[in-house]
Structures are given as structure tokens and as C-alpha cells.
């Protein structure tokens, strides 16, 4: 059998006929350590009224658009089936689209795929990794399969920067699932990508792994990569993502900027403790959205970050005047969680 090495050679020359030299444009992103403000320039993607349906009649995307900018990072969350990995196939061109169109840097997806597949890295849910290779001989191959010319300082650099460096000679059979998921997203890395999808990247890794990833992540968009992720995991969403995209049941509910969605369709919840404990809310505040909690000895007000007034003013004047005293009192923001789990539930 011929060597990896020989192997790789082959591939890179024979790829790089058809695909062609690596074209990477500039970053067009300006950031601070809070948001992001993308480009006026064409987006790196751009969706327009995607929809699959497959042959058993189950529409999995419904007329989905979306335009994502170049070095941000988007999030998609939404409950199993709801068509995230459907649209990340498609954009990839693994999944052939029922009607609608995708451009990846300008490149059509079908009728261009070749260059818009060379500048899309993907690390997919499911596992595929060569079992009776070694770490570094499989990253490097991929690399050649973009055809890339060989570069083992590149290799290397991905390899510590996932903690693989000092597993590069073992054998991916003798890996744990941690240390596996680690090799996928080394081997989308391999040929430099404009573009970066993780399906679901931290499942079944550790805390600190999926923290030291995050930290990837970061490095990755400075340079000016696009990542877009799936993700169960909300605090993931909170930590990294510039935006946040909620899909069910085939259509994208919302995309927003993370820090305007909690603004806009947060709630705060005010407890209010009260000195000795009530039988009824009293009447007179009929207006507030009001709970008698913790066998009365609680008030607990509901009310919305965006409006202009909360009303707490009146609401502790009618308290006062109906002579229940105040303890002490907390606010409690809700968060991106509980804004995703309403907006399911609720179908908006």
C-alpha cells in the first residue's frame, strides 16, 4: 500500500487542477470584547427561500432565509429534528435543496460547488475518522484532499491548539470519544477555511475541553472565519455567539444579535420579601403581573426589560399603601435559555 505521504501528494495535485489556489480575502470585521459590527459587503452566505422536502412528504426546511457575515459567529439552536443539520448539508453539499438557492462567498452551492465547498470546513455530528491511522496522518491528508500543498507546520499549530499535539503518533482507534471529536474539528481545519460549521462541536466532551474550544473558536473568527454552530448547549450560544438563530419545526423563527434578543424579549423577575406573610395580594394592582410565592411571605413581579416604565415605583407606593412591609428584595434577569424555550413553545 503507498504511504500517507505519497498518498497526500497524489491528491493535492490531482485536487488542485480542479479545485484551484486557496483565495482568502481579507477580514472585513470590526469588534469589540461585546458585539461585533459586520461589513455593509455581501455576506459570506447568503440563503434565500430554502426548503427540502424529502420523498416521504416530511418538510424539514420551510422557506428559510438567512445572511451571515463574514468573521461572525451564529449560533442555531432549536429542539432535535428541527431542520438545523438539514440546513448545514445543504449549504455544504452533502443534502441537494427542494427549491431555493445558497451562495457562499458568491459561489453558487450548485452550480459553483467546488469553489464554495473548498472554503467551507464541517465538522459533523456523527463521528468519521480513519480508526487504523495515526492523528497527524489523517489531519494532514485532509488538508490534501482541498488540494493544499502539504504543511506540517500548520498541522502541528492545529494539533496544540486542540491538545492533540501529544497524541499525533497514536492511533485514532485507541482515542476516547473526547479526544475523537477533537480529530474532526483538526481535520476541518486542515485546509484553512473561510468558512467554519460545527454540528453540535462539544457533545460528549468535558467542561474544560469544551472551554479550551470556545478559546479556539475566538482565535478563529479574529482572523476573520465565519463560525456558525449548533448547539444544545445554551451557556455555549451565551458565551461565543454574536448572534443567535432559533429554528423549529423547519422555519427560522428569529436571527438576532444575542445582547439586543435578551434586551428585547427578556423578562426580569422582582422578589419582593415581604416582613410578615400575606393570605391574598392585595387589591389595587390589577395592572402588575403579580405571584404570591413561598406560602406568602413573597411577592414576585414580572415585568418587561424593554418598556420604558417597569412600574416598580407604583408598585412599592401600593404596597405601602396597603401596609405590607418589604424585607428585602432581588432581581433576576431570564436568560437565553428561557427566552429559547418560550419561543419554541410558542411557535413565534
Not at 476516547?176 to 453540535?200: C, N, Q, T, W, Y
Request: net charge neutral.
Amino acid at each position: 500500500m503507498a504511504s500517507w505521504t505519497n498518498r497526500f501528494e497524489v491528491v493535492s495535485h490531482t485536487l488542485r487542477h480542479y479545485i484551484g489556489p486557496s483565495r482568502r480575502p481579507a477580514a472585513t470585521v470590526i469588534r469589540n470584547s461585546n458585539h461585533f459590527q459586520a461589513s455593509l459587503m455581501q455576506p459570506v452566505i447568503s440563503i434565500s427561500d430554502l426548503t427540502k422536502t424529502y420523498p416521504g412528504g416530511l418538510k424539514a426546511l420551510d422557506n428559510v432565509s438567512l445572511d451571515v457575515s463574514e468573521g461572525e459567529i451564529l449560533a442555531l439552536l432549536g429542539p432535535n429534528g428541527a431542520g438545523k443539520t438539514t440546513m448545514i448539508s445543504i449549504v455544504c453539499g452533502l443534502v441537494n435543496p427542494s427549491s431555493g438557492s445558497v451562495t457562499v462567498a458568491g459561489h453558487d452551492i450548485i452550480t459553483d460547488f467546488r469553489a464554495a465547498r473548498s472554503l467551507i470546513g464541517l465538522v459533523p455530528q456523527e463521528m468519521h475518522v480513519e480508526a487504523f491511522e495515526s492523528v497527524r496522518a489523517t489531519v494532514t491528508f485532509s488538508r490534501g484532499l482541498f488540494g493544499k500543498p502539504r504543511n506540517d507546520a500548520l498541522v502541528e499549530q492545529i494539533l496544540k491548539d486542540l491538545s492533540l499535539w501529544d497524541k499525533r503518533n497514536e492511533k485514532i482507534m485507541a482515542l476516547s470519544g473526547g479526544m475523537k471529536r477533537r480529530v474532526m474539528i483538526a481535520k476541518a481545519l486542515a485546509h484553512e477555511p473561510r468558512i467554519l460549521f460545527l454540528d453540535e462541536p462539544t457533545a460528549g466532551v468535558d467542561v474544560e475541553l469544551r472551554k479550551s474550544m470556545w478559546e479556539l473558536i475566538e482565535r478563529l473568527r479574529q482572523t476573520g472565519v465565519t463560525v456558525i454552530l449548533t448547539t444544545h448547549y445554551i451557556e455555549e450560544a451565551e458565551n461565543i455567539a454574536d448572534r443567535v438563530g432559533v429554528i423549529s419545526k423547519g422555519q427560522l423563527l428569529l436571527v438576532e444579535e444575542k445582547n439586543e434578543l435578551m434586551r428585547k424579549m427578556g423578562e426580569k423577575t422582582l422578589t419582593l420579601n415581604l416582613r410578615e406573610p400575606v393570605k391574598a395580594l392585595p387589591g389595587g394592582l390589577d395592572g402588575f403581573d403579580l405571584t404570591l410565592e413561598d406560602d406568602g411571605n413573597a411577592i414576585v413581579y414580572r415585568y418587561d426589560t424593554a418598556a420604558e416604565r417597569t412600574g416598580i415605583g407604583r408598585l412599592l407606593s401600593g404596597l405601602s399603601g396597603a401596609g405590607i412591609g418589604i424585607r428585602d428584595l432581588s432581581t433576576k434577569q431570564s436568560s437565553l435559555e428561557d427566552i429559547f424555550v418560550n419561543l419554541v413553545r410558542d411557535g413565534r
